[in-house]
């Protein structure tokens, strides 16, 4: 059983910057990825990263995120620059075992305001 724990969420004003951190204990992990869920919308994919590195984005935080990856700690983080009031939302760590079973956290809030 893997646990998840994300961490770094709060109010910032728009323009600001925040840092999600997620740490996973109990597993060997491949695919670690954030993803956010708004008020009365669907949960939606941020960023994800392999462990050999390769990382997408989606297009609304492109040149705002970042997203990073500790393998020794197996801590993933999200760098979250310039947000905006439609950053607001849930935001959420999945992460994906080398067997391919997913874990979730139980998600951190984060509220941009105007």
């Known amino acids: 059983q893997v646990q998840v724990a994300e961490s770094g969420g709060g109010l910032v004003q728009a323009g600001g910057s925040l840092r999600l951190s997620c740490a996973a204990s109990?597993?060997?992990?491949?695919?670690m990825g954030w993803y956010r869920q708004a008020p009365g919308k669907q949960r939606e994919l941020v960023a994800g990263i392999t462990s050999g590195g390769s990382i997408n984005y989606a297009d609304s935080v492109k040149g705002r995120f970042t997203i990073s990856r500790a393998n020794a700690k197996n801590t993933v983080y999200l760098q979250m620059n310039s947000l905006k009031p439609e950053d607001t939302a849930v935001y959420y760590c999945?992460?994906?075992?080398?067997?391919?079973?997913?874990?979730g956290g139980q998600g951190t809030q984060v509220t941009v305001s105007s």
């Open positions: 109990g597993g060997i992990l491949s695919a």
């Open positions: 999945r992460v994906t075992t080398t067997g391919g079973t997913i874990y």
